[in-house]
């Protein structure tokens, strides 16, 4: 495993040391946009190979697989209880087939053709992202009520002590209060040390944050608690 943990280790390094000159010296896309794109799909890259290294260890009972399609989600029939314009309330009922909506989450995990995780990989996270997450989850739950809920991020800015340890040990009022109007149990796991300052970008030398392997370490053991047949 560790030699796995050590590849990811360096090619986050390389990744995120490279992407400011990569950045600047591109006169097609922003710079912005180019840092962004770059970390996100580095954050999804490192949750599929975390992942795969949980099921191994687990032994590997079935087939895990990657799936990129989007989720459907349909419209609750009971909707149109609520609706008060006879006409748009026809329309719908005639429609109703169509009536739904699609989610795509950055990594859908099945094992033996089942849905079993939603991952969402951020390079950081603060609440009023976290809202949309917490209601992408209703809606996935919605289609699959046994699925589990995973937040990846690299660095955090929900406030409380998220960036001190892996998960949280108590998190933040904040986030324990958006918590408390959704019934979704994600588990957020934060990859690297320190929250995360706005004017202080990883990219930047002076504020580059190592990957440490034993933050990773801790990282697989959440995925093999998930990814365990329950």
């Known amino acids: 495993m560790n030699k796995k943990l050590l590849s990811i280790v360096r090619v986050y390094r390389k990744t ?16 912005g946009g180019i840092v962004r794109s770059t970390k996100g799909n580095l954050v999804e890259n490192i949750g599929k190979k975390l992942t795969k290294i949980a099921w191994e260890e687990i032994g590997r009972k079935g087939k895990l697989n990657f799936v990129n399609s989007p989720i459907k989600i349909p419209m609750k029939e009971d909707y149109l209880d609520r609706i ?30 089942e849905f079993r995780m939603s991952i969402e990989c951020k390079a950081y996270n603060e609440n009023a992202m976290l809202k949309r997450i917490l209601v ?25 002590d998220y960036s001190s340890f892996i998960s949280g040990r ?23 040390e320190g929250e995360r300052k706005v004017d202080q970008p990883i990219h930047k030398p002076y504020y580059y944050k190592p990957l440490k392997v034993e933050r990773l370490k801790e990282a697989v053991e959440i995925f093999k608690n998930l990814l365990v047949p329950r």
């Open 170 to 192: 108590y998190g933040s009022p904040s986030t324990h209060t958006l918590f408390s109007y959704f019934d979704i149990d994600l588990n957020i796991i934060t990859l690297l």
């Open 136 to 160: 992408d989850c209703m809606l996935i739950k919605y289609v699959y009520p046994n699925a589990t809920f995973v937040l990846l991020q690299l660095e955090s800015q929900l406030g409380g």
């Open 84 to 113: 008060k314009d006879p006409e748009v309330k026809n329309y719908i009922q005639k429609n109703i087939k169509e009536m739904c909506c699609y989610i795509k989450p950055d990594i859908q995990v099945y094992i033996d053709d």
């Open 16 to 31: 995120v040391k490279e992407v400011d000159n990569k950045a600047s010296t591109n006169k097609d896309r922003a710079y």
